[in-house]
């Protein structure tokens, strides 16, 4: 016990060329070759044991299925026969290309995405500055925040649905007591898009509030104050203070609310109802995942599907660049 | 600082890492082989997973129970996935990778075609199967289910006899005739005497009511009656010129255009609460919808109801039971499958849940009615059902029939019917769809 805790302090992890060395001039004190040939084999192993199931389990479930994914993105592999494949190259992506539904997909997944994030994030930002005040029952607002988080995107779709239902639902009763003429929300083509985005923002808009709280907490307070000193309003200090600091974390959540909303599936998904992987009757709501999911899943075209799959990696991957270039230009900025 | 608490804690924190690494890693080897043994545990006890989509009837009608009543080293288990439409997927894929599949796996009639071509070396025979009498099943039924070499992979469980089901008290109120024979002799024969029927019905609508649920059920109701399909009998598509096809979707078109709709999207939460609001009159009625109808109608409305014979005789939906080669226990699920589709067995059914029988040989035994009847205001739905069941032409299903209606009815007819589109353009949409459904 003792002799391992004075080899690790000899030779500190990160400097295996060390431990020849020390082991060399201990061998009085060490019973067995075979033994410290072990611990100098653990030392450099160790490190690659402790991360090798991340690498495992990427290689499993992340890096496989990629590859997968793109050589059957090649080929013609339909659901009824996973064991005949024919190679067709880029036909997929040619088609895909020339296919209106996914150029469909792919503005519903865009308008959805912005009108969903940016009032989304917009609100958490208020919600996280009203949260940093000092309240009453703090603990109590924050978990309240975190609710509709944890409640599941089927519960919650399901609730939605019947808001948002064309006949006898809330909202249109709410807006039929101020006088408007029922929408058919799921129907019309914005409206269907609203009410998406609406269950979108009602279960990630707590969320984010709180990364923006916990970032606001480490703004120091002394900035507050001098501000207070020169007289800057709570609006001006929101404003000067609060949102510059916030800039790296603000950043942060629109880079992940940005690949959620490409992403986005359940919840238009289980609005639609059944048959709601068309995204309505004229896959007015169809994002991009319900694309590849009505590809894959009942049509049975999985070929097709893996090329839709590989096409959001590939827009993601554009939407990461245009980030990182906007972080860049951000901290030049400053 | 950093280097003392290192010196001193490093050799437990590593144990700690190590069991942690080896827990993980056995908690996943267990995840997996607990998957295959597929619940046979140490006592000779055997679980049977039977994978089903929606209800069907065999666990309310205490099937299961009573099999492991007299099976008692038997277990059922019962998988359900609401929707065909998720359902189907899930079980092409377990086919297909030979892992996780049920023991016993339900197979919808819209998707059958397509399981017997494509996936039929992946079941059981179970027309070879012991105590199988395939004279107790309706002809077309049994054909529907076996390959071209003659391998049959299906038993038949439920038929869908299509009846029309109709509230008396709305009738009544919009001034129709409730007597369920008076009207099936009103409209037999043509489903536009019945669109006219629906026109006089809207003229004195009582308040806040259609005269039926949906367009799609509308189309799905006169479907049922083609002889003609999606498919000729060499397989070939021909939904653009099918007359069944043609027919169904005028008939659905009438309806959405003449505003007679609720507007509801069938098995949404929505139509559901229609159901228990009384939202429309009529509802296009296969047994299994009786069933239906009765949850979730609710006590209100008992009695209301009420089941007359459509204007064409026809068959929507239906089941089959099949046995996937890649069962743990395939010799036991075997049986167990064909003990539930024995005549007997199925008329158990049809009294609890009305979903009515492939085996002719146990209408005899459907005399004593079902719990449904008083529901249907006494209507002799077992007569009723029966009589449709025999007189439903003989189709030819295709390989795609469950997408093609799909894109029929949840593009097209919703097109015309909420978006106020014009049947052409509803019509054209559809076609697309299928188009891009088959691949095309």
Sequence with gaps: ?334 | MRSSTFRRSRRPRRLVAYAATAALATSLLAACSSDDEGGSAGDGKITLNVGTFGVLGLKQAGLYDEYEKSHPNITIKENVIERNDAYYPKLLTQLQSGAGVNDVAAIEVSNITEVVQTQGAKFEDLGKAKGVDKSTYLDWKWKQATTEDGKTIGLGVDIGPTALCYRKDLFEKAGLPTDREKLAKEWAGDWDKYVALGKKYMEKAPKGTKFVDSASSVYNAVFAGATERYYDKSGKEIYEDSQGRKDAWDAAMKVAQGDMSAKLKQFDPTWDQGFANARFATVACPAWMAGYIQEKGGAEGKGQWDMAKAPTDGNWGGTFLGVPSAGKHKKEATELAVWLTQPEQLAKVFAKQASFPSTPSAYDTLKPSAATKAYFNDAPITEIFADIAKNTPSAVYGIKDAQIGQSITDIGVLQVEQQGKSPDEGWEAAQKEIKDVLGQ
């Design chain 1, 1 to 334: 016990m003792s002799e391992t805790a004075e080899y690790a302090e000899t030779a500190p992890p990160g400097k295996g060329d060390a431990a020849p060395a020390a082991t060399g001039s201990k061998t009085s004190r060490t019973p067995s070759p075979w033994r410290s040939r072990l611990y100098r084999w653990d030392i450099k192993a160790s490190p690659y044991v402790f991360v090798a199931p991340f690498f495992l389990f990427f290689g499993a479930f992340g890096l496989f299925p990629l590859l997968y994914t793109g050589w059957a993105s090649l080929h013609r592999l339909e659901l009824t026969n996973l064991d005949d494949s024919t190679w067709l190259g880029l036909d997929n992506y040619t088609n895909l290309l020339q296919s209106e539904y996914f150029w469909n997909a792919l503005g519903n997944t865009f308008t959805i995405g912005v009108i969903s994030t940016v009032p989304q994030l917009a609100i958490a930002l208020g919600i996280a500055h009203l949260l940093n005040y000092k309240l009453r029952g703090s603990t109590l607002w924050r978990v309240a925040m975190l609710a509709p988080y944890a409640t599941s995107v089927a519960s919650a779709s399901l609730v939605f649905t019947l808001l948002f239902a064309w006949d006898g639902g809330m909202v249109n009763w709410l807006i039929g007591s101020v006088g408007f003429d029922p929408v058919n929300w799921r129907e019309s083509s914005w409206g269907s898009q609203f009410a998406v985005s609406s269950i979108v923002i009602w279960r990630w808009t707590g969320y984010n509030a709180l990364i923006y709280l916990a970032a606001m907490q480490a703004v120091p307070h002394d900035l507050y104050e001098s501000a207070a000193l020169d007289g800057a309003s709570r609006w001006q200090q929101f404003r000067h203070v609060t949102i510059p600091m916030l800039r790296p974390t603000i950043l942060f959540t629109v880079v992940v609310s940005t690949i959620g909303a490409t992403q986005l599936f359940g919840e238009p998904l289980l609005f639609g109802g059944t048959a709601g992987s068309k995204g309505g009757a004229d896959h007015q709501f169809q994002t991009l995942g319900l694309y590849l999911y009505d590809q894959g899943w009942i049509n049975g075209h999985l070929g097709r599907a893996s090329a839709v799959a590989w096409l959001m990696l590939v827009i993601l991957l554009l939407i990461a660049a245009v980030n990182m270039l906007i972080a860049r230009r951000l901290r030049k900025d400053r």
